[in-house]
């Protein structure tokens, strides 16, 4: 699903990746771990196309995502990558169940068709009730799950999740530890996950260490 060779990154005289070499597997979940300052989440912003490696190739479901100009690469971010961050990013106007719409609108998916699937996905993590409320009216474990769903909307083929449960009380770490199996299972997705987390990444099926730019 994910092959990564030889990629560098640098920032002004910093080298943050050195020659990075990685594949992936379809519809695994892989955790990468590191001390801060590894390159960990450069690495998942590279493979996630919101940075650009300095040298080296990147090939998502047999794309070279490297060759594909910005409105190219917009699209297929939009099509094949969903993201979920440590703190939620959800839209603080708008209600759950238009957070989760907003990047199968931006796809061109009509206003009913989103929301149709919005409430399938809703109704997947248990989270039906909670469709007309807003971020400040949810829990953190309930605000993280509607970004799960809003990173689901498009049936992306990639996960890619930086400090999932970081800001999470351990009740909701670990449930959602169980949410990441049941959605790849669902759905079949391939997930690489940067974590600090150790349970987290003692229950993903391949823990990838980084530590000064390299995987060790």
């Known amino acids: ?20 070499n990685l594949e992936i597997k379809p519809k695994e979940i892989v955790s990468i771990m590191g001390a801060s300052g590894a390159g960990k989440t450069t690495l998942l912003q590279i493979i996630g196309t919101l940075d650009k490696a300095d040298k080296g190739e990147i090939l998502i ?7 594909l100009k910005e409105q190219e690469l917009s699209k297929f ?10 703190f939620h990013q959800l839209l603080p106007e708008f209600t759950a169940l238009e957070n989760i719409q907003i990047p199968a609108l931006i796809a ?14 809703l109704d997947f993590l248990k989270l039906s009730n909670r469709a007309k ?58 997930f690489v996950i940067v974590t600090h987390d150790e349970s987290l990444a003692t229950l993903c099926e391949r823990t990838i260490y980084m530590k000064d730019g390299i995987i060790i």
């Open 108 to 121: 061109g998916t009509s206003f009913k068709e989103a929301e149709i699937e919005a409430k399938k996905i």
């Open 77 to 86: 971010r939009n099509e094949n990558i969903g993201f979920i961050f440590q």
């Open 61 to 67: 479901n047999g794309t070279d995502v490297s060759t």
């Open 1 to 20: 699903m994910i092959k990564i060779s030889n990629i560098n990154k640098s920032f002004g005289n910093l080298e943050v990746l050195k020659g990075i």
């Open 133 to 190: 409320h807003k971020p400040s009216e949810l829990s953190g474990g309930e605000k993280q799950r509607i970004a799960i769903a809003r990173a689901l909307i498009n049936k992306p083929k990639v996960i890619l999740a930086d400090e999932p449960t970081g800001s999470l009380d351990t009740q909701n770490k670990e449930e959602l530890h169980r949410l990441f199996f049941d959605l790849r299972n669902e759905f079949g997705q391939t």
